[in-house]
């Protein structure tokens, strides 16, 4: 069920934000009205929504954020080009959008700082966000190697419409 989120709450989250992607990403990734699902039995802080729309889920094991299709959108508004993004060949794209993970060799360019583990944000050649995931490969490998898994994808823009 949705609830209201503290004022400290929103400045953890925030600053989760802020060190995971970058000074100020927390302030764009959650506005003031941003609405929270709670664990029923910690009480702690799962998914966090504006406006009906899921922007990320708090994390569990490691306490950093997974993004959804909508919060990358937020997020990519912030971060200039090509920070935590994957650019894909056009012959990959329908099958991103449904959730399905992105091999290397569909890799177009990426941001090379990209290491694996982290969240990134799969967009088209125009830059429109297709899939999220996280990266098991850094940008460098990804850019090299010819096969192999180089994001393993959470969910396509298919998927959550």
Same mark, same amino acid.
């Given at each position: 069920?949705?609830?209201?989120?503290?004022?400290?709450?929103?400045? /953890?989250?925030?600053? *989760? %934000?802020?060190?995971?992607?970058?000074?100020?990403? $927390?302030?764009?990734?959650?506005?003031? @009205?941003?609405?929270?699902?709670?664990?029923?039995?910690?009480?702690?802080?799962?998914? *966090?929504?504006?406006? $009906?729309?899921?922007? %990320?889920?708090?994390?569990?094991?490691?306490?950093?954020? %997974?993004?959804? *299709?909508?919060?990358? /959108?937020?997020?990519?508004? =912030?971060?200039?080009?090509?920070?935590?993004?994957?650019?894909?060949?056009?012959? =990959?794209?329908?099958?991103?959008?449904? $959730?399905?993970?992105?091999?290397?060799?569909?890799?177009?360019?990426?941001? @090379?700082?990209?290491?694996?583990?982290?969240?990134?944000?799969?967009?088209?050649?125009?830059?429109?966000? *297709?899939?999220?995931?996280?990266?098991?490969?850094?940008?460098? @490998?990804?850019?090299?190697?010819?096969?192999?898994? %180089?994001?393993?994808?959470?969910?396509?823009?298919?998927? @959550?419409?």
């Amino acid at each position: 069920m949705l609830s209201n989120i503290t004022k400290d709450e929103l400045i /953890k989250i925030r600053a *989760i %934000a802020d060190l995971q992607f970058g000074k100020g990403c $927390g302030q764009i990734l959650f506005p003031e @009205e941003v609405m929270v699902i709670r664990s029923k039995r910690t009480g702690k802080i799962k998914n *966090i929504y504006h406006n $009906g729309k899921l922007l %990320a889920t708090l994390r569990t094991n490691d306490g950093y954020l %997974a993004l959804s *299709i909508e919060g990358a /959108k937020r997020l990519i508004l =912030a971060l200039p080009y090509p920070k935590y993004r994957v650019c894909v060949k056009d012959e =990959a794209i329908e099958f991103l959008k449904k $959730g399905r993970n992105l091999f290397s060799k569909h890799v177009l360019i990426c941001d @090379e700082e990209i290491r694996p583990g982290e969240e990134v944000i799969i967009v088209d050649s125009k830059g429109n966000v *297709i899939a999220v995931g996280k990266s098991l490969l850094s940008g460098r @490998e990804m850019m090299r190697f010819k096969n192999g898994i %180089a994001v393993k994808v959470r969910s396509g823009v298919d998927e @959550e419409n």
